[in-house]
Nanobody, 121 residues
Framework: QVQLVESGGGLVQSGGSLRLSCAAS????????MGWYRQALGNQRELVAI???????DYGDSVKGRFTISRDNAKNTVYLQMNSLKPEDTAVYYC???????????????WGQGTQVTVSS
């Protein structure tokens, strides 16, 4: 089973920055889409950003211009640089990776454990 380990969450003041990282198992054969999702208390999980294998990205409307997603294929790692943070960004952030663990297997989506981001005013 693929393991995703997240780091970088924490408490930050409004206007500050955080950088989240999510590292996947090195045993993965191939990775397609990687992304970040978040879930605020009482809300459903929503898309934050995705990055495809070719480098194309998409962002949720609420984070455009403030967040940047990137990936390091050699390290099987996806990052989320979060700038100009607002209290409404407070949520648990989850990374997700669509991966093929071996050439004869099936593409599946794997989820990280989640990391708390809290933005104070």
């Amino acid at each position: 089973q693929v393991q995703l380990v997240e780091s970088g969450g924490g408490l930050v003041q409004s206007g500050g920055s955080l950088r989240l990282s999510c590292a996947a198992s090195r045993s993965i054969f191939s990775i397609n889409v990687m992304g970040w999702y978040r879930q605020a208390l009482g809300n459903q999980r929503e898309l934050v950003a995705i990055i495809r294998s070719g480098g194309n990205t998409d962002y949720g409307d609420s984070v455009k211009g403030r967040f940047t997603i990137s990936r390091d294929n050699a390290k099987n790692t996806v990052y989320l640089q979060m700038n100009s943070l607002k209290p409404e960004d407070t949520a648990v952030y989850y990374c997700a990776v669509n991966a093929l663990i071996d050439i004869g297997g099936t593409w599946r989506t794997y989820w990280g454990q989640g990391t708390q981001v809290t933005v104070s005013s």
